[in-house]
């Protein structure tokens, strides 16, 4: 299952500030046939594994997902990754923050987030 709630936690003013209103963030595959105006996130779901019990169905499934920042400078891109790890950090945790090198296409930067959430199965 794709978790439902980094797009509800994101929606607030720091990250809004940053990466406009309404957010610029899509998932991955999906930003249309040109890349948006930076800076944005594209986001996917890097895995889901149940908390298997002996019992009972799975409680929560501990879900990954990859963030993937943009933008045109450094600048920008590191005040978009610190409002999108900041607001990240309070519903779940960050298992790492990477630099996602220069596109070549776009010649953007990018820097990678990988978050972790327990989230209610059912």
């Known amino acids: 299952m794709y978790p439902a709630a ?3 936690i994101l929606d607030v ?3 809004r500030a940053v990466l406009g209103d309404p957010v610029r963030i899509y998932p991955f595959g999906d930003t249309g046939t ?5 800076p944005y996130v594209v986001h996917q779901l890097v895995s889901s594994v149940p908390d298997n019990c002996l019992d009972d169905p799975p409680p929560v499934d501990d879900e990954r997902v990859q963030f ?3 933008a045109d400078d450094v ?5 978009a990754t610190v409002a ?3 607001q990240l950090q309070e519903h779940g945790y960050i298992n790492s923050i990477s630099d996602n090198g220069r596109d070549p296409d776009t010649k953007r930067y990018g820097m990678v987030i990988d978050w972790s959430r327990l989230e209610p199965w059912t």
Not at 34 to 38: F, G, I
Not at 75 to 79: E, H, I, M, N, Y
Request: no cysteine; aromatic share 10%.
């Open 6 to 8: 980094p797009f509800a």
């Open 13 to 15: 003013a720091p990250v």
């Open 34 to 38: 040109t890349p948006p105006s930076p």
């Open 68 to 70: 993937s920042v943009w």
């Open 75 to 79: 600048v920008t891109l590191s005040a």
């Open 84 to 86: 999108l790890r900041t």
